[in-house]
């Protein structure tokens, strides 16, 4: 363990001596990278780590892939060893400059005629595009654009503040597509794409399908919004002076069970909220709020989530074990920080195995390797997770996007270099006491 987290572990052991709600409900376990993936930015467009997402080879597992987001950068596409297979720059139009923001994977798409491929789904927040790439893994250059792009906008229009009717919503405000994750109904067999709107308290639904041609059409098919006030705090006032008063009711993190269609959503002030894809059915809040702020009325000190949950994802384990995973990111740096320790820069763990209420786990903090030189993760914005075993990671992995690579004296607000940190997962599992479950002969997502 190291110092920083000695520190961390510290701290919280103060705190659950004056709160014994955590100190049943709550640890924090420290695990180290085995490795890392190359520096970003590494190109013209100020690239910077976002969001992974595994994509598993058919025949040979040693050609997995991980496929992760670098915002104004465009695509990174990384083998097992954190090595670069492919960088695809962002899209640029008369309208302005793609941002790749948030990206899943989804196999066996169907094309117009009956033959099937592997998509990568990734939201162009800059362009405002649900972005539709092809997965060839025996190629050099595995990812392909097959966006239809006449479909145009994914939020050509955005909520009234006053709540009126939506109003227009030029693409230079970046109320644009944010958050994306997939989901298969099982029903029909249709592919959707679940996008958030940036800034706003909304989320779309988009079914995917194949045109003649080969390229791929998105269509909103459903509009979910949720309150702009929680516990009494209007989400839509801002404060550039003091940050605990500066608020957002935007979602982001999201990940669609695929046992049952329930969307896991992270409401990146409030909470996680759950949402049944299969029914319809909006709850009236999240199953699990963040701490708020204590500057405000919606101030929930027993929370394991700082002031802001970032990245969702799920672990399926044998039978119906599975357990949610979301990114505590919080703001502890910068000159805008309002830190809430020890709970910034943590991982929470739910166990969602049954249909009842997530129950909270833990927590787990990705601290430095000091042996491999690879440093802490600060403030991820989106991890993945995997519990089969593959070449050179026989108890699964687990991957996470760090904001702040080789800055961990420094965390201006403005990091320098950010990049990916590749965890054994039995080092996660084994954190935890009882220990998480290890399933790496489950959980091929083909």
Known sequence: ??????????????????????????????????????????????????????????????????????????????????????????????????????????????????????????????????????????????LTDVTDLSVGRAFPMRPDPAEGPDIDNPLDDQHTVYGMGLWRNPADGVLYAVGTQRTDNRLGVFSLAANPDGTVKSTMVRDIRVPDVHAGQDLRIENEDDPLMDWNPQFEGVVVDKRNGVLYAGEEMVGIWRFDLTTGDTPDGPFYETRGSTASSFNNPDSTIARDVEGLTIYYGEGETAYLIASSQGSAHGDDAHPDAPWDDTFVVFDISTGDEPRLLGSFRVGANEAAGIDAVQESDGADVIPLALPGWPNGLFVTQDGYNDDLDGLSGEPEASNFKFVDWALIANAFSPPLAIAPTVGNPR
């Open 1 to 142: 363990m190291t110092a920083r987290l000695v520190l961390a572990t510290a701290s919280l052991a103060a705190l659950l001596a004056t709160s014994p709600a955590l100190a049943q409900e709550a640890v924090i376990g420290g695990v180290a990278p085995t490795l890392e993936t190359p520096n970003l930015p590494d190109n013209d467009y100020d690239s910077d780590a976002d969001d992974p997402a595994f994509w598993v080879h058919p025949t040979d597992l040693a050609r997995t892939l991980v496929i992760a987001s670098a915002k104004n950068g465009g695509i990174r596409v990384y083998d097992l060893q954190g090595n670069t297979i492919q960088t695809l720059d962002p899209q640029s139009t008369d309208s302005g400059e793609g941002r790749i923001n948030n990206i899943d994977v989804a196999y066996g798409f169907a094309l117009a005629d009956g033959s099937t491929i592997d998509v990568a789904v990734a939201s162009d927040r800059g362009l405002d595009i649900v972005r539709i790439f092809r997965i060839d893994g025996d190629s050099a250059a595995p």
